[in-house]
């Protein structure tokens, strides 16, 4: 074969990457099942909604969907960016909170993962700064670009809060900000995302500011960056109904760009706007007219019906946790629980060893970066039933 | 502010980038509404299906959603690659053509459109080639990651036929085939695409087939690229429900990797995996169900049904424009029909004078890049009505 300066190569980031960590956990899974097909499963370590949909919501998209039999109200393509009235019901959820949104600034997509991902594609020489532990795609997207990276320790020693103190004011950043934090649940307050907000705008740095679990916030810590004072000239934040809905399997998600962020005098909303038009084909009508429902009166009431469930999932889960003597983060604004491994195992082992021992399913924390190691992540999204019997075999050791 | 080497900076590739094609168009009909509010509009530049859903179709996407509603049937986050049961009926039609396929070597997707666009992660240094005129997104996406890019015009002189003849061997490439094209509707056979894989394997470049059309083949050209001898080692075939069952709104479409098409000795099969897993979170259930359905008999028989009345309309429209002497490209594998402009004016002067003269909505053909100018784009899709009151109104100059 030829070699010249013209040759196309693969993305050798690609390679050298390992295994997305739940692809790992499930082929772990299956691998069990396979050598125990009779033994009782108790996934703690789900983070996907199983409460099933009330009636009420599955009838609206139905309704929806019903519009596509008649020439009348058949509807093609649908716009790249979303519907008005779903954007319209946004900017109201938003005004409530006094955050003034113009519907150009939202755009609808079909997960925050894919945006949170896809973003990468406005920038280059990225200098990307993420929490350790976090949601491993911030990490993953960043290596499979090849960008530059700074990890940031969240330890017991810091409040697993993090802080821009550590960063070099020289440069800029593009800072990954998941409030409450996936794993540790951990929750940023106004003054430290102030601090973020302060130093993002002093450094042109943009935030990337993930709420996904925003609905779970029991405190009175912000649930949008924008409820901060000048994020709107450095933030982005990206939203999703997959949790506070339950759209897990439905697909519908949004981020916001404010106009007024621009960067080397462009403005990065302006540039979204072309990427979401060449790189995807928006989200279909019926999913959204569901999603709108979810922000009516009636559509929060069975929503917050469903994050109470989950919430008391965590309440018992904590409560015997602590019964046990357990280590464990103690926030409240979070589905999930960052647990210390009682026993001297790697995250990795003492996966194995609930898998194998009880027939516990954990997420180990070494998954959400280095600084997870010696811990697992248990989640109030697993069935109450899977709860309280994982709960009965314990102290797990 | 400083500057440093670590700065990062916005793609610029975005900021040089014109406006999507399709965007520009919807902006010209809306100011032209604003202006003559009680004025009729044809609208034959539409590239989207406008048919409604068949009922039973409808009915079955509605039955898979009941089972959100039970906890025992409800299903969460989709898996990334698709369902086993959409999988196994696409290796099934595939396996009707003589091509064997492994469930993992398919990969369902919410659309062509992004699958063709973000599978440019994969690559580096990439030369794309890419016919003139055809589907904007492709040149589109590789001018936004600037990319090295060669047109390769479509000319009466040529049949309209993209073939690597000119192309050098030194070197490799990523080669875009839209076949039936969009939107010269010229379609590639066996001997054609034969050369292209035959070309594709000695230079290792990658071949990426678009058959967003193929249900409109009418002759004997292939539907697949996996029907040319040894495309099993140079392509990817990207393909869609959109076209064929009228699931423009509803989302979903599939890319086919074969596990035989390696580069440096990766596998791009598993370097797509990897990137699905992490910037993709799939298809929801009930939206596979109803593409599943499409594929049984019942559900063939309805979408014949439709591509008949698409058929039927490109016949009248056909008639229409050769008695009144237009010169077009006669292909009838395709939705549309590539005419050339019969006076002189450019295709946007054209596009601006059919729509301000008679109403009529083309697509000009410069959108599908520079090989296009004096051609417009019509298309089958449109509505029945449409597409009789714009034959009325012809000569249309």
């Not at 926030?331 to 647990?339: D, F, H, I, L």
């Not at 990795?348 to 009880?358: A, G, H, K």
Request: contains cysteine; aromatic residues 14%; positive net charge.
């Amino acid at each position: 074969m030829f070699l010249t300066e013209f040759t196309m190569k693969i993305n050798e980031n690609y390679v050298l990457q390992k295994n997305y960590i739940f692809t790992e956990i499930s082929k772990k899974m299956l691998d069990f099942k396979a050598k125990y097909p009779t033994r009782k499963i108790y996934n703690l370590g789900i983070g996907d909604v199983t409460r099933p949909m009330d009636k009420r919501l599955v009838d609206k998209i139905k309704k929806a969907l019903d519009e596509q039999i008649h020439s009348r109200t058949f509807k093609g393509y649908p716009p790249e960016t979303g519907y008005d009235f779903l954007k319209t019901a946004i900017a109201k959820k938003y005004a409530l909170r006094g955050i003034k949104l113009d519907l150009d600034e939202i755009f609808i997509s079909n997960g925050a993962g894919c945006d949170v991902t896809n973003i990468l594609n406005l920038f280059s020489d990225v200098t990307a700064v993420i929490a350790n532990p976090t949601y491993p795609a911030y990490l993953d997207s960043n290596n499979l670009r090849g960008n530059n990276c700074i990890l940031l320790p969240l330890t017991k020693k810091n409040q697993y809060k993090m802080l821009p103190n550590t960063l070099s004011e020289n440069q800029n950043y593009l800072i990954y900000i998941c409030s409450p934090n996936n794993p540790t649940g951990a929750t940023l307050n106004y003054d430290d995302l102030l601090s973020w907000v302060n130093f993002a705008n002093r450094t042109k740095s943009i935030i990337l500011f993930d709420n996904a679990y925003e609905s779970f916030i029991e405190d009175k810590s912000p649930k949008s960056i924008f409820e901060v004072k000048n994020a709107k000239y450095c933030a982005i934040e990206i939203s999703s109904f997959s949790k506070s809905a339950g759209f897990t399997n439905l697909r519908c998600s949004y981020t916001i760009i404010p106009k007024t962020l621009t960067r080397q005098n462009i403005k990065i909303n302006k540039m979204w706007l072309r990427h979401q038009c060449t790189f995807f084909n928006g989200v279909p009508y019926h999913i959204q007219k569901g999603a709108f429902f979810t922000l009516t009166d009636e559509g929060q009431r069975i929503c917050q019906k469903n994050i109470n469930y989950y919430k008391k999932n965590l309440k018992i889960l904590k409560n015997c946790l602590k019964k046990n003597n357990f280590e464990f983060l103690s926030s409240n604004n979070s589905p999930y629980v960052w647990v210390k491994i009682p026993i001297s195992k790697s995250s990795w082992e003492y996966f194995d060893f609930l898998l194998y021992t009880y027939g516990i399913v954990c997420v180990p924390g070494s998954g959400f970066g280095e600084s997870g190691e010696g811990y697992i992540r248990l989640s109030a999204f697993a069935k109450r039933c899977d709860i309280i019997s994982a709960t009965k075999l314990l102290p797990w050791v």
